[in-house]
């Protein structure tokens, strides 16, 4: 009953958070950010995790606004990371002012076949790293092990919609995991009519924490979050619903899914499966997830690239993998700004594993092992749509039962040059980790990422 009493309060505030709608003009009319939800989470959601998987890369699918019968509503811009974010067909100030490359261009770059629209999916990232410590680890989370570089992204896909009614995409990670295999990163299909309820079908990013959720070319650093990339499920195979109200002044999505595996390694994350074998070793898990922007989308990127005028978002998710080998279970909560350049993000992440007595693969833990996790952010955009300054704070405690290096404090600043709107961008970010037990790593890294995000 407590645990019913807590979710019953969540809900309570949230649609009390929605009440309020201030009547400001949107970021899309000024020409700027185009709405966006939370995402079927990486743009390409960092799933990236272990990135992402780490990555998933990647916010959740967002449902356009409805549109009156005669005109079906338009088609999704898909951030890089992965998940799908709603846009205008209003052509912007850039275009308008014969700008082939300012603001709009994503929502211009689609292709009509009668009902069918389709879009490209594509992100290419490379990164530099002239400085990296003797300990770094990509195992452990940091960007890189050796100076030189790494191609760190590199995916293609198409998405599509159908008359507003029924929505697809697909797309492949062709450096995905460790090896940098090419593998599928996304594959989807869902039925759209009613932006109440939308379900949709597939691998797709799982509704937990709001940095898993927002694509992985979209961030205002290079990598998401180390504890978000360390925890978040990101890509998994099942059936999801979401539904979003008044203009996202409240949303829900939940989901069904094969169980969830992580790795031994704390920092490592989960695996991304697309589960070619089905659940041949595992159960099922569930998530969801409540969320509010009670004054209108937040668009899709981290930072305020536009400057809008002031918007909030908060959410709050959990999930619960009764696996073959684990029982995995985790919440977080998040709360997102945007203010005139300004934008600020915080979130709290918890999870736990526990394993199997007879576990259906090996595995090397063998007690429980809870963590928890704090994520502050901060940044500015200096000239809009040009230049930003971020930076971000973690402690991260990867066993509350014990104290070892893997409990670290992470320091990570950077700024960013959109060279093309937000297709085109540089990222130069320094990243500082300080293990709070144990011994001290040397593990900063400098890097310089080189972003192409369609």
């Known amino acids: 009953m407590r645990h019913l009493a807590c979710v019953a309060g969540a809900a309570a505030v949230l649609l009390a958070l ?6 400001e003009p949107e970021p899309g009319a000024q020409g700027t950010e185009q709405p966006a939800g939370a995402s079927p989470v990486d743009a390409p959601g960092e799933g ?9 890369e990647s916010a959740q699918e967002s449902a356009a606004r409805p549109e009156p019968p005669e005109r079906p509503r338009p088609l999704q811009e898909r951030p890089a990371g992965g998940e799908a974010k709603a846009t205008t067909a209003a052509a912007s100030p850039g275009a308008a002012g014969g700008e082939p490359l300012g603001p709009g261009l994503r929502e211009r770059m689609r292709l009509s076949i009668g009902p069918l629209e389709v879009a490209p999916i594509a992100l290419i990232a490379l990164q530099a790293a002239p400085l990296v410590g003797d300990d770094a680890l990509i195992q452990a989370g940091d960007s890189a092990e050796q100076p030189g570089f790494r191609l760190r992204r590199v995916r293609a896909g198409v998405y599509g919609d159908v008359a507003g009614l029924v929505r697809f995409a697909i797309s492949t990670e062709l450096v995905g995991g460790s090896e940098g295999t090419a593998r599928i990163h996304e594959a989807w299909g869902g039925v759209t009519a009613m932006p109440a309820l939308e379900v949709y079908a597939g691998a797709r990013t799982v509704p937990f924490s709001r940095s898993a959720m927002t694509g992985a070319g979209d961030g205002a650093l290079t990598e998401r979050p180390l504890a978000v990339r360390a925890i978040a499920p990101f890509t998994q195979v099942g059936i999801q619903a979401e539904g979003h109200f008044q203009d996202r002044a409240f949303s829900y999505h939940a989901g069904v899914y094969n169980a969830f595996q992580r790795a031994d390694q704390f920092y490592t994350g989960h695996a991304e499966s697309l589960a070619p074998l089905g659940n041949r070793f595992e159960g099922i898990a569930v998530a969801g997830r409540l969320a509010t922007e009670p004054q209108g989308p937040l668009g899709r990127t981290i930072q305020d690239v536009a400057r809008s005028p002031f918007r909030v978002g908060a959410g709050v998710d959990g999930f619960f993998s009764d696996g073959g080998a684990r029982t995995l279970y985790g919440a977080s909560a998040d709360v997102l700004l945007h203010a005139a350049g300004l934008h600020a993000l ?32 901060a940044g500015y955009m200096i000239v809009a749509r040009k230049l930003g300054v971020s930076g971000r704070v973690e402690w991260i405690d990867a066993s509350v039962d014990v104290e070892d290096e893997g409990d670290n404090l992470v320091l990570t600043g950077g700024v960013s040059y959109h060279a093309v709107d937000d297709l085109v961008k540089a990222q130069l970010d320094y990243t500082h980790r300080e293990e709070l037990g144990g011994l001290s790593l040397a593990n900063d890294t400098l890097v310089l990422q080189l972003q192409l995000s369609l």
Request: hydrophobic fraction near 35%; glycine fraction near 8%; avoid cysteine.
């Open 18 to 23: 929605s009440m309020p709608r201030a009547q």
């Open 48 to 56: 990236e995790g272990a990135e992402s998987t780490g990555e998933q």
């Open 346 to 377: 915080g979130e709290v992440l918890w999870t736990g594993a526990s394993p199997k007595s007879v576990p259906t693969q090996p595995i090397a833990q063998v007690t429980s092992v809870t963590s928890i996790a704090l994520v502050f952010e």
